[in-house]
């Protein structure tokens, strides 16, 4: 078998910390405790597949896969795609990722969300595909509204896609969220500000995609997501000092 | 490395409706199948066991928004894609307990690692995903290297489910008293 390097270890500048008083749900969900570091082993490096086939044609697109036949969910028309490439620029293939978001009004279709704006009754609000072998991965979605939460004060959430990646590794798992270009809500929100550092929210800022847009039909925003990859630059700077 | 990591944000209380659509109540999306609702397929040879728990906040109130995600090896101690069968498994816990049941085969260990099952852990106010490990009370445990690490005892028993009756309990605390120990995975 081939030995595998671990994965890098997630870089703490450019990721939040736990516990971030200013998104107050944070402040009672956050250990206190140091993360346990260990030597990771299989388990970690090796992780759950899914096959092409546990998705169907239509999983990638939000403006039919719940609606009625011949109907379409109402909004503002988009394409989101990109690439998932791991910390040196390997694609990430075959992978899958999973999308979840609120309508074009900014409900979400869940028993728990109360906010007045009506459901779209051809709005599911989900959607999944598995990368190719490029990594590439797109769908095509309505632009989600931004929202008010209860967070204590008059918070609203900029319009926002949440994307579940899976990688190849258990160690790479992960979700967050994508923001679009411009949008004045993203230096006001607790949770975007969850993270301290400004490139890497502007990482989590999708941009518009002239070049994929396509006349009279939809835009096309441009959205790369990158996971942790094998083999550390430690290793590689020790190699070019020997 | 010439790219730098996309930062993690919170699952937010709705990750049902991306991960696990029918629990969200998305009739018939995905066929009705949400994805994980089996760790393995019905003939994978193993000693059957269930494990059950809730998950909790740092005020003892139940976290009844996360959702778990399971990982491990099967009973020949092959992850799936080694050629071992599944072993991934993915559970919304109720909305009033926070309470989960997961039924599965005991994982074998492997080298000296106890058998184990692998947690990752999200829900709203969880800023990165959590991995802790369920390890069994009664199996060989002492050499294994991430319970070996851990001095208090206290802090130990978090990653030991215990026999309770017809299946295994294991609890998750966020914070507080009790609370998990979570791994820099
Ligand atoms: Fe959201």
């Known amino acids: 078998m081939i030995k595998e390097k671990p994965f890098n270890r997630l870089d703490m500048s450019l990721q939040p ?16 405790h140091k993360l346990l570091s260990f030597t990771p082993g299989q388990g970690e490096l090796l992780g759950p597949n899914f096959g092409h086939d546990v998705i169907n044609p239509n999983d990638n697109d ?12 109402i909004g503002e028309q988009i394409m989101v795609h990109g690439y998932m490439l791991d910390e040196n620029a390997r694609p990430v293939s075959n992978s899958l990722l999973e999308f979840w978001q609120a309508n074009a009004g900014g409900r979400y279709r869940h028993n728990k969300d109360g906010y007045l704006a009506p459901l779209d009754p051809n709005f599911g ?34 319009a926002h896609i949440h994307f579940s990646c899976f990688g190849t590794g258990w160690a790479q798992r992960l979700i967050t969220q994508m923001y679009f270009e411009g949008d004045p809500h993203i230096p006001l929100c607790p949770i975007v500000q969850t993270i301290a ?15 994929h847009t396509v006349p009279m039909n939809f835009r096309a925003f441009r959205f790369d997501i990158i996971l942790r990859g094998q083999g550390s630059t430690l290793f590689e700077n020790k190699l070019e000092g020997n | 490395m010439t790219r730098l990591q996309s930062a993690s944000q919170t699952a937010g209380p709705y990750v049902h409706i991306g991960c696990t659509p029918s629990f969200a109540g998305l009739e018939n999306m995905y066929g009705g199948h949400d994805l994980g609702a089996e760790m393995f397929s019905s003939d994978t040879s193993g000693l059957l066991i269930t494990i059950k728990g809730r998950i909790f906040d740092g005020d003892g109130k139940p976290v009844t928004d996360a959702m778990l995600e399971f990982w491990q ?4 101690g092959q992850y799936a894609s080694q050629g071992g069968s599944q072993g991934w498994a ?22 000296e690692d106890a058998p184990h099952i692998k947690v990752w ?52 605390h966020l914070q507080g008293e009790n609370e998990t120990v979570f791994l820099n995975v």
């Open chain 1, 17 to 32: 910390q736990a516990l971030t008083p200013e998104y107050r749900s944070s402040r009672l969900r956050s250990p206190m």
């Open chain 1, 62 to 73: 939000l403006i039919i896969n719940y609606a009625c036949p011949g109907e379409a969910a």
């Open chain 1, 125 to 158: 609000g989900c959607g999944r595909t598995i990368t190719d072998g490029d990594g590439y991965y797109s769908l095509r979605t309505i632009r989600p509204g931004p929202y008010p939460w209860p967070n204590g004060g008059n918070d609203w959430r900029p």
């Open chain 1, 197 to 211: 550092n400004p490139t890497a929210i502007d990482r989590l800022t999708a941009r518009l995609d002239m070049a």
């Open chain 2, 73 to 76: 090896a099967d009973a020949s």
């Open chain 2, 90 to 111: 993915r559970r919304a816990v109720d909305a009033e307990l926070a309470g989960y049941y997961l039924q599965t085969i005991l994982p074998a260990a492997i080298g």
């Open chain 2, 121 to 172: 852990v999200v829900a709203r106010g969880i800023n990165l995903g959590l991995h802790t490990r369920i390890y069994f009370d009664g199996q060989a445990n002492a050499n294994d290297p991430v319970l070996t690490s851990i001095n208090d005892p206290v802090r130990k028993a978090t990653l030991i489910a215990i026999q309770d009756g017809e299946s295994y309990n294991f609890d998750i």
